[in-house]
C-alpha cells in the first residue's frame, strides 16, 4: 500500500495521539513566536479562529485543500490558507466553527466530513488571532462554489506533493510581526508559497504523515 494512504488509515483509525509542534520549524525561521503561555496571558485576549486542512480524494488520490485569499488592504492579503475563520457566538465549539467556515468559504456540504484531530494552535500576532486547526478527511468533496469575497482560488494539491522533500525553499518578504522585511521559510505547493501560520501548520503536516519539514 502506498505509505501516504496507510498513514492516513492509521490517523483515521487511532486519531492523532501526540503532535508534533512547531519548534524545529520555528528554528528554521530565525525569529521567535510568543509561547502558548505568554498568548493566553495577553490583553485583551486573542480571539479565537478554527481551520480544516482537508483531505480528500480524487481518483483515487488523496489531495490537500488550499485557498488564496482575495487581494485587499490588510496584512493577510492574496495568502495561501486553510479554509476557516473566527469562531462566533454561536458555535459551540470550535469544532463548529471549522466546518461552520469551511462551507461558508468553499460552498462544500461539510456533513459528511469526519474529522481526525485538531493539531497545535497557531497564535497570528497582527490580528491577534489564535487558531485551532482541524485535520479531516473525506473521500468525496463534492460540488464546491467558493464565496468570491473570501476565496480568490481554492488549490487543490496532490499529498504527496506537499510531502515531498524539496518542498520547503525560503524567501524574502514582508514580516508584519517583526516590521522589516526578512528571509522566511516556505512551502511552495503548485507555484503557491504557503508561509507563515499556514507553513507552520503544514510543517506538523508534513511530520505527521512522516516527511522531514
Known sequence: ????????????????????????????????????????????????????????EL???PHLLFMRRPEYDGV???QIAFPGG??????????????REFKEETGADASGIELIGALSRVYIPPSNSLVTPFLAFTPALGALSPDPREVAELIDAPLDH??????LRE??????????HAITPYYDVLGHEVWGATAMMV??????????L
Open 59 to 61: 481518483e483515487g488520490v
Open 76 to 78: 493577510h492579503s492574496g
Open 171 to 180: 524567501g524574502r518578504r514582508y514580516v508584519s510581526a517583526l516590521g522589516t
Open 86 to 99: 473566527r469562531r462566533e457566538p454561536g458555535d459551540p465549539a470550535l469544532e463548529h466553527t471549522a466546518r
Open 162 to 167: 506537499v510531502l515531498r522533500p524539496d518542498a
Open 203 to 212: 510543517a506538523e503536516l508534513r511530520v505527521l504523515f512522516g516527511a522531514d
Open 1 to 56: 500500500m502506498n505509505p501516504i494512504v496507510e498513514r492516513l488509515r492509521h490517523l483515521r483509525q487511532a486519531g492523532i495521539n501526540a503532535l508534533p509542534g512547531h519548534d524545529r520549524f520555528m528554528e528554521v525561521s530565525g525569529y521567535r513566536r510568543p509561547s502558548m503561555q505568554e498568548v493566553l496571558r495577553r490583553e485583551p485576549p486573542p480571539r479565537e479562529s478554527a481551520v480544516l486542512a482537508l483531505i480528500h
